[in-house]
């Protein structure tokens, strides 16, 4: 389903695009601290808890950003066989309750527990419990918030694209509906 976008939609999904763009290029930087690390412990015999830490760093960071991507892009994990079989109108009306009942509730009550415990790892200046572990732990728990921040966004653009598709509100910049474009074709 191809839906209208808005002004707000444009602006807030060339911005997670980017960020998603720059992003994908931790995977390359966790393989190299991979490769790294198994050389290391295995041909010299010298292990250290700093990559394995930071693998888990890089990972999570990974994930968190390409969260909003994934939603973006739409390549997000869906139900496909029963969704692609439905009218155009009844996708769009599932994806905003989903988006109303079940997204914007998870991501509010993440965003709502996330932020304290990110706080308090700053101001304590959290480090690693391991010996030899990394410092400055809030920094990766500072991904959750800005990883769920990015989702929300990513959300409230979606949901502007719905809006739109369903009710005509905001005007969309384009409309690139597949009922559209088949209405034209049929013409």
Partial sequence: MELPETRFSARIEKVINRIGELSAWVWLLLMAVIVTN?????????GRIEFEEIQWHLYAAGFLLALSYAYVSDSHVRVDVVRVQLPVQIQAWIELYGILLLLLPFISLILIFVMPFVSYSFSTNEISEAPG??????VIKSFLATGFILLLGATLARLSKIWSFLFGWPNALTTHTKANSSTRENS
């Fill in 38 to 46: 198994v050389v290391m412990r295995y041909l010299f015999g010298m």
């Fill in 133 to 138: 572990g990394l410092p400055y732990r809030w």
